[in-house]
């Protein structure tokens, strides 16, 4: 066997993959609000209503732990993002505004706009969350907000991301796309991370690499959110972030915290970031107190965290 033939015995399954992952997207119907609604579920009863969004190739299923804490005196919208989970995936740009629309549609169908609903968002969810408020600041009371990413630019990102693993720096630079073709390959229990249950690690495989690489770019990237703060600079919002967090830096998310007015910053010292993954009771608490004063806010948050264990505490800033 010649050296050209081993060359192809070895990448003819690599070829396969992404052939068949490429035009299985670029084969799909464009997205149509009609016929394409998103996925979701409605869990819990009571006055309080909140809906849940999920960072990047994250599902409903992200927020489920310990859920019952919150189920027992509120109504959750979790739901799944287009192209994410078990919503559908099909050949779109991924844009804020086509997220927005998604969202939005689920959201007065299921009358979660009746102005006492918080919406809860981390990572790409959090930006999403943001742009809701700001679109539609009558429907919610506010906004908790976790794992905020704020960047620059592209290029910042590529940065931050450069201090990350291989195949982090892989998945985020410009053959994100090709990796998230052979993901089948890759996202095996080897490559597992750490801070991901193995559950939440499932349900990141259920994307496509156009939902994956235009999310990013449109979505994690590419918006203004000092815009959106401008816009809701005197809305109550709660920001929760890990001292630790490498993917978004706390430093700039406490920085864009800043511009508001009226904000709280609570810092999860230790905490990376999936620090609800680890800690699921810190946003439980924030969720509970978030109508109540800000000295109890700060408080039973900070009690609580310490509790969980020395390493993760909480403490919050203006």
Not at 19 to 35: A, D, I, M, N
Not at 182 to 189: R, S, V
Request: overall charge negative; hydrophobic content about 40%; proline content about 4%.
């Amino acid at each position: 066997m010649t050296a050209f033939s081993i060359l192809v015995f070895v990448l003819l399954p690599f070829l396969v993959i992404v052939g068949y992952q490429y035009f299985k997207v670029e084969l799909t119907s464009p997205y149509t609000f009609e016929t394409m609604p998103l996925n979701y579920e409605i869990i819990g009863s009571g006055d309080k209503k909140l809906v849940f969004i999920h960072g990047l190739t994250g599902s409903k299923n992200y927020w489920k732990r310990e859920i019952e804490t919150v189920s027992k005196t509120h109504q959750l919208l979790l739901v799944d993002l287009l192209g994410f989970g078990d919503s559908p995936k099909p050949n779109s740009d991924y844009s804020l505004n086509v997220q927005l629309n998604a969202l939005e549609r689920i959201i007065t169908k299921e009358n979660f706009n009746d102005g006492k609903t918080v919406i809860v968002g981390h990572s790409m969810g959090a930006i999403i969350s943001l742009a809701l408020l700001a679109e539609h600041s009558n429907w919610f009371e506010g906004a908790i907000i976790t794992g905020l990413p704020v960047y620059k630019d592209r290029n910042e990102f590529k940065e931050i991301m450069s201090k990350h693993s291989v195949f982090d720096r892989l998945t985020s630079g410009k053959y994100g796309p090709l990796i998230c073709m052979l993901h089948p390959i890759f996202m095996t229990d080897y490559f597992k991370p750490d801070n991901l249950t193995e559950d939440v690690y499932e349900d990141a495989k259920k994307h496509t690499w156009q939902s994956y690489a235009n999310s990013l770019t449109e979505v994690v990237i590419k918006p203004d959110l000092y815009a959106f703060s401008k816009a809701i600079k005197d809305e109550k919002i709660v920001f929760i972030h890990g001292m630790e967090d490498t993917s978004a830096p706390y430093e700039s998310a406490k920085e864009y915290a800043e511009t508001f007015s009226n904000a709280e910053f609570i810092t999860i010292k230790g905490g990376d970031h999936q620090l609800f993954l680890k800690e699921p009771n810190i946003l439980w608490k924030a969720i509970d107190d978030f109508s109540v004063s800000e000295d109890h806010i700060t408080e039973t948050v900070g009690q609580k965290a310490v509790k969980m264990g020395e390493s993760e505490q909480a403490l919050k800033t203006k």
